[in-house]
């Protein structure tokens, strides 16, 4: 069975003039039907002349330039003029006069170059064919010939206009595209920092630790095993985000979530940070992207703890209920240089974009979040991000 959509796909694969000729030829061939005869387009009142072999040549002349309307259409509209002013000058009406006002559909839509020449030339052209008709016919038709240049004119700003229309929804797309690529840059970028900079300040922390432990062999692998499993969790997290990345691969099933934060708060443990976990209530299971938001915030609040507080006690504390997940990570203070979350880190490599995108992230889902200083001198970072399940 013929699938009619494989054959208008087909269709559309062709030549733009190997789809316009079809036209071309049909209308060529009404010219020749006798019940057509009198529809065609007429201007002052000459008597029609028989059809002849001139007459096949003007008719040729007006139909078959269609097959070009849109690959050239400035040589469209120059041909079919020309066959339409010896057609009226000459007496040969036909049904194929109608293709100027397709042709000056056409060429308004899809001619590129010279959009005010033509147009110019035309009218100067349409002036001498109307006082060559004045002057055959002795008839003054000066309100004929001025409907029909409105008429033509009307048939070209179709075509302009549907031109403009046409450039409005290519410029409309090509933003959207940029707008897109720009969210998708932004999304990238903030995976890379969510998935990044956690393990690798955790391993900096650990190295750096890993100086003072020479002494003390057993301690020195503990922590070197430690820098290596993190490293390997980079690695596996990195390998995740390529996943995600990859539109044909599907590995939503493995989107960070809630459920992982006991492996969080212990790889931040072993990387010398003291963390209490503290979990209420039972994650929703259509809890979505809010699960990835509240495991995003905690991440980011740690490694903020690891970088400006590293050894101070630090508090995660995480509540789940049908309508919004709350989070609050609070780390004690350590006296005047304690850095605020948010300010620009003192530790080397900080860009100061994590809680701008954990900020965006909670917004976007009609969430709270703020960070601030706690009253002993530390930060906490706070969180209310909506599950969108009912009430």
Not at 66 to 92: D, H, K, T
Not at 303 to 320: C, F, I, M, Q, W
């Amino acid at each position: 069975m013929i699938d009619p959509q494989q054959v208008l796909d087909r269709w559309h694969q062709l030549d733009v003039t190997v789809r316009d000729l079809p036209l071309a030829l049909a209308l060529a061939g009404a010219a020749f039907v006798p019940q057509l005869l009198d529809y065609g387009t007429q201007i002052g009142d000459l008597p029609a002349r028989p059809l002849d072999g001139w007459a096949v040549l003007v008719i040729a002349l007006q139909c078959l330039p269609l097959a070009v309307r849109r690959r050239w259409p400035a040589v469209c509209i120059v041909l079919v003029s020309l066959g339409f002013a010896v057609g009226q000058v000459q007496g040969y009406h036909s049904f194929a006069a109608n293709a100027l006002g397709i042709t000056l559909v056409s060429t308004g839509a899809y001619l590129a170059h010279r959009r005010r020449l033509v147009p110019a030339v035309l009218s100067v052209a349409y002036v001498a064919m109307a006082v060559a008709l004045d002057r055959l016919t002795g008839a003054e038709r000066v309100d004929e010939f001025v409907t029909f240049y409105l008429a033509m004119a009307l048939a070209w700003g179709v075509g302009s206009w549907l031109r403009s229309t046409r450039a409005a929804e290519a410029d409309r797309r090509l933003r959207v595209a940029e707008e897109t690529r720009t969210a998708e840059r932004t999304r990238i970028a903030r995976e890379l920092h969510d998935v990044v900079t956690h393990h690798v300040t955790a391993m900096v922390v650990q190295t750096e630790a890993a100086r003072y432990l020479t002494a003390a062999p057993d301690r020195l692998d503990e922590t070197l095993n430690a820098v290596t499993d993190t490293g390997r969790r980079a690695i596996g997290d990195l390998r995740h985000l390529l996943d995600l990345l990859d539109p044909g691969h599907d590995a939503a099933a493995r989107t960070p979530s809630l459920r992982e934060l006991r492996t969080l708060v212990e790889q931040t443990r072993r990387a010398g940070q003291p963390v209490e976990l503290t979990e209420e209530g039972t994650p929703s299971e259509s809890a979505g992207s809010a699960e990835l938001v509240a495991h995003r915030v905690v991440q980011e609040a740690l490694t903020n703890a690891l970088k400006h507080a590293h050894g101070s006690p630090t508090a995660v504390g995480v509540r789940y209920d049908d309508r919004e997940i709350t989070v609050e990570v609070s780390t004690a203070g350590t006296g005047p240089e304690q850095a605020l979350v948010g300010a620009r880190p003192r530790s080397p490599g900080g860009s100061g974009r994590g809680l701008v995108g954990l900020r965006e992230r909670v917004d976007a889902l009609g969430g709270e979040f703020g960070a601030d200083r706690g009253a002993d001198g530390g930060f906490v970072v706070r969180a209310r991000i909506p599950t969108g399940s009912p009430a």
